[in-house]
């Protein structure tokens, strides 16, 4: 894909979604830091039903940690993972208290050493949370990237490294959230909905883009 054409690509995403957000509701880059741990391998709906009765209960790291984990458990019971997902939360949550004053870090090693948090999420709250150009590379964007030839890649962290080329530089704070909503509701991976997509013809997967 030539330079005009990641440029026009993006002009098109935007056109339809001017202020791309994520799907999982927070207020704080706390809330969106647990929700996000919460959100591997679980849909942004059971994550988002799931914290609409914890977070008035426990919003912050001093509040879940006073849940313990066998306090925790009933509020994210329906989600996926949820008794190693409890104990990597308390865990997150002693540590933000004791070596961040209870706060989320705004520093990607920092990040990445809390339980439960791996390359991606931290994305996904540099991002999110602090407005870094980073973009966390979910089943989603992996798809998306390597059909329509935007960055092609064996693995998430080549496709993300290659994102971080290719996307135009006024487009890459927000490339994260068009390409994993283009994802999740147009370049389905079983049935991509290819006739209404909007940039079916600079898409490099052309066995599915005819109307």
């Not at 790291?61 to 190693?84: E, Q, W």
């Amino acid at each position: 894909m030539t330079l005009a054409d990641r440029k026009e690509f993006f002009l098109r995403l935007q056109s339809i979604m001017p202020e791309p957000r994520t799907e999982l509701e927070y207020r704080t880059p706390f809330e969106l830091l647990i929700s996000v741990i919460l959100s591997a391998q679980a849909t942004d709906v059971s994550v988002n039903k799931a914290t609409r009765k914890l977070y008035p209960v426990a919003h912050t790291p001093a509040g879940i940690l006073r849940l313990g984990v066998d306090g925790l458990k009933p509020y994210i019971r329906t989600i996926g993972l949820f008794n190693s997902k409890a104990e990597n939360i308390i865990k997150t949550c002693r540590i933000l208290i004791d070596r961040h004053a209870g706060e989320v870090p705004h520093d990607r090693k920092a990040l990445e050493s809390l339980p439960g948090v791996g390359r991606k999420t931290a994305n996904v709250v540099l991002n999110t949370a602090f407005g870094e150009p980073t973009i966390a590379v979910d089943t989603h964007i992996f798809r998306v990237a390597n059909r329509t030839g935007l960055a092609k890649g064996k693995t998430p962290l080549e496709v993300e490294r290659k994102l971080l080329k290719s996307v135009p530089a006024d487009f890459r704070l927000n490339a994260h959230h068009w390409l994993i909503l283009h994802g999740r509701y147009v370049c389905k991976a079983r049935k991509p909905n290819c006739p209404e997509c909007i940039v079916r013809d600079l898409c490099s997967f052309k066995t599915k883009t005819k109307v």
